[in-house]
């Protein structure tokens, strides 16, 4: 093996023994976040397609399609900037913690 895999020297992270100091917080998931977005954007598309004037040019449901797909990034958009805020409310309620690694050190 090379040195640089097995120091000779370990570090005192890869001692057994040894704490490390992590923040600990309660991350939100991105695409629960995306997909309620999108399917907020696909209902407002609906109901703006079926419950406005019919057009002689094009049917309700082309309408509605048309307007699912600029909704829906509209929605996945706006989800997307809710979820960095509610990201950055969590990270400031954040508290240090002190961890001991676990397990082999060559496969942390």
Do not use: C
Not at 12 to 31: H, L, M, S
Not at 32 to 57: C, D, H, K, R
Not at 85 to 104: E, F, N, Q, S, Y
Request: hydrophobic content about 45%; cysteine-free; aromatic content about 10%.
């Amino acid at each position: 093996m090379e040195s640089s895999q097995n120091p000779t020297n370990p570090t005192p992270a890869d001692e057994p023994g040894t704490q490390v100091e992590v923040e600990v917080y309660a991350a939100p998931r991105f695409w629960p976040f995306v997909g309620i977005g999108a399917l907020v954007g696909v209902v407002v598309a609906l109901v703006s397609a079926y419950t406005g004037e019919e057009s002689a040019n094009f049917t309700r449901a082309s309408v509605a399609g048309f307007l699912s797909v600029g909704f829906a990034f509209f929605g996945v958009l706006l989800a997307s900037i809710v979820f960095l805020v509610v990201d950055r409310i969590t990270r400031k309620k954040a508290r240090r913690a002190l961890a001991v690694p676990m397990g082999d050190p060559e496969h942390r």
